[in-house]
């Protein structure tokens, strides 16, 4: 929120821009990383968090060779649920081999679930919300 996207994706790249951008915000953070993609890039476009559905002007895409590809992971569960299925294996075999590492952002015990999902509600939240089951709770 403080720095210019932009700007800042350019510098960790040494201008060339980012590769991949995972997106699940839309609005202005699409505008960022579509002005900020590298040449062949990918946009995965996940949501709209932000609230606004961004228009795609079509000759960034065609200047840069840039692909943008939605995707509703919920759609898997009645067009193809052996993906679904596979993917979720896939998603646990890299966790456990420590090659994901989701950012936690907030930790609550089963009895402050009502307290977590108002630090959802609230936008607090820059990563994952974890209710922990457990110890009397």
Not at 32 to 46: D, T
Not at 115 to 125: G, N, Q
């Amino acid at each position: 929120r403080e720095e210019d996207l932009r700007s800042r994706i350019l510098d960790l790249t040494d201008g060339k821009g980012a590769d991949v951008v995972y997106d699940p915000v839309g609005g202005d953070v699409f505008k960022a990383s579509l002005r900020s993609i590298a040449f062949e890039g990918r946009i995965l476009v996940i949501g709209f968090a932000g609230g606004e559905v961004p228009q795609i002007p079509a000759n960034h895409l065609l200047v840069k060779n840039v692909d943008v590809i939605g995707f509703f992971w919920g759609a898997y569960k009645s067009r193809n649920r052996d993906r679904l299925v596979e993917s979720i294996h896939q998603l646990v075999e890299w966790w456990k081999e420590g090659r994901l590492k989701p950012h936690i952002s907030k930790t609550f015990p089963l009895k402050e679930g009502q307290k977590a999902i108002e630090y959802l509600l609230a936008r607090k939240s820059t990563g994952k919300v974890v209710i922990t089951i457990g110890d009397g709770q």
